[in-house]
C-alpha cells in the first residue's frame, strides 16, 4: 500500500468487512440459528466476545514486536481464515433458512410485513432506548480518564480502573449466564439498564469523592455488559424474530451517528467553572428517558400478546 487511494480502499473494505461481523448482525445470524434459546447464545458469544481484547491486545502487540506490523497483520488474517471461517461453516451449516417459532404454523405477529415492524410502536420505542443508549455509553469512554480525575481519584486509580472496565462487563455478562435463569426475562430486562443512570447519579451524587466513582465504573461497567445482551435480543423478544436482521439494520444509522456526536457533544458541554456536571446530567436525563423507552416498549409487546 503505496497511495493515499490504495489506504482509503483498504479502511473502506475493512468497514465493510465490520459491518458484517460485529455484534448486530452477529446477533441477527445468532438468533436464526438458535431459534429457541437466541437469548442463551448470545450471553454466551458477547461473553466470549469480551474477553477479545483480553487476549488480541497482548498477541497483536507480541506479534509486532517479535515480527514487525506487516507480518503480524499477515498473522492475524491467518487466524481468521484457519480458525474463524471453519468455526463459522460448522456452527452455521444447519441454520434454518427462516424463523419459524414453535407450533406448526407461524403466529400472525411472525407473518406481518416488515414494513408494518417498522411503524409499530414496541420497534419505534426500542429504537428510542438503543439510540439513545449508544449515546450515552459512546459518550462516556472517551472522556473517563477526566471524568475520574475531577472525582478527586489518584493518577494511579484513574488509570486502573478504566482498564478494569472490560473486565466488570465480563463478570456482568458471567452473572447473566449463570443467573438469569432464576429471573423472569422481562424483569431483568426492565432492571440491568437501570444500572446506567444508577453510575450517572452515583457519580453526580459525590462529586469530589473517589468512593462515589468507583460505585460509579462499577455500575457502569456492570450495566454496560449485560445491556448488550438485552439491545441484541430485545427486537427478537418484543417485535418480531423473523424481521429481526432488517430492523436491527434499521437502526444502523442512527446509532452511529448517535456514537459520532455524543462523545463530541460532552466535551462542548465541559467547562472550567462547571466540569462534566453539565454534560452528565444531560446523559443521565438520556439514559434515564432510554430505560423508560424500553419499559413501553415491553409494555406494549406484552399487552399484545397476553
Excluded at 481464515?81 to 460448522?90: D, F, K, R, T, Y
Excluded at 444508577?198 to 460509579?216: D, E, K, N, Q
Aim: glycine share 8%; proline share 5%.
Amino acid at each position: 500500500m503505496t497511495t493515499i487511494t490504495a489506504f482509503y480502499a483498504v479502511w473502506i473494505w475493512l468497514g465493510l468487512g465490520l459491518a458484517g461481523t460485529l455484534y448486530s448482525p452477529a446477533f441477527a445470524v445468532v438468533t436464526r440459528r438458535f431459534a429457541q434459546d437466541f437469548r442463551r447464545a448470545i450471553i454466551t458469544m458477547t461473553f466470549l466476545g469480551g474477553l477479545a481484547s483480553t487476549v488480541f491486545i497482548p498477541l497483536t502487540s507480541w506479534l509486532i514486536h517479535a515480527l514487525g506490523w506487516r507480518h503480524a497483520l499477515w498473522v492475524l488474517a491467518a487466524i481468521q481464515v484457519v480458525v474463524c471461517v471453519p468455526l463459522h461453516a460448522h456452527w452455521l451449516k444447519h441454520a434454518p433458512r427462516r424463523v419459524q417459532p414453535p407450533g406448526e404454523q407461524a403466529s400472525a405477529a411472525q407473518q406481518r410485513s416488515l414494513g408494518h415492524h417498522l411503524r409499530s410502536g414496541p420497534f419505534l420505542m426500542i429504537g428510542v432506548f438503543v439510540v439513545l443508549m449508544a449515546a450515552v455509553t459512546s459518550a462516556l469512554p472517551a472522556h473517563m480518564i477526566s471524568l475520574l480525575r475531577e472525582s478527586g481519584l489518584g493518577e494511579a486509580w484513574v488509570i486502573v480502573i478504566p482498564a478494569s472496565i472490560g473486565a466488570i462487563q465480563v463478570a456482568g455478562r458471567l452473572l447473566l449466564f449463570f443467573f438469569e435463569h432464576r429471573f423472569d426475562l422481562h424483569l431483568a430486562n426492565r432492571l440491568i439498564p437501570c444500572l446506567i443512570p444508577l453510575g450517572l447519579a452515583a457519580l453526580l451524587a459525590g462529586s469530589g469523592h473517589g468512593p462515589m466513582a468507583m460505585v460509579f465504573v462499577l455500575l457502569y461497567g456492570l450495566g454496560n455488559g449485560m445491556i448488550t445482551i438485552v439491545k441484541g435480543t430485545a427486537i427478537a423478544q418484543y417485535v418480531s424474530r423473523t424481521h429481526v436482521a432488517s430492523l436491527n439494520g434499521a437502526l444502523g444509522i442512527p446509532q452511529a451517528a448517535a456514537r459520532a456526536v455524543a462523545p463530541l457533544t460532552l466535551g462542548i458541554l465541559w467547562s472550567r467553572e462547571a466540569g462534566y456536571t453539565h454534560g452528565l446530567w444531560l446523559l443521565l436525563v438520556l439514559a434515564m428517558a432510554a430505560v423508560a423507552a424500553l419499559w413501553i416498549a415491553q409494555r406494549m409487546a406484552l399487552r399484545v400478546t397476553d
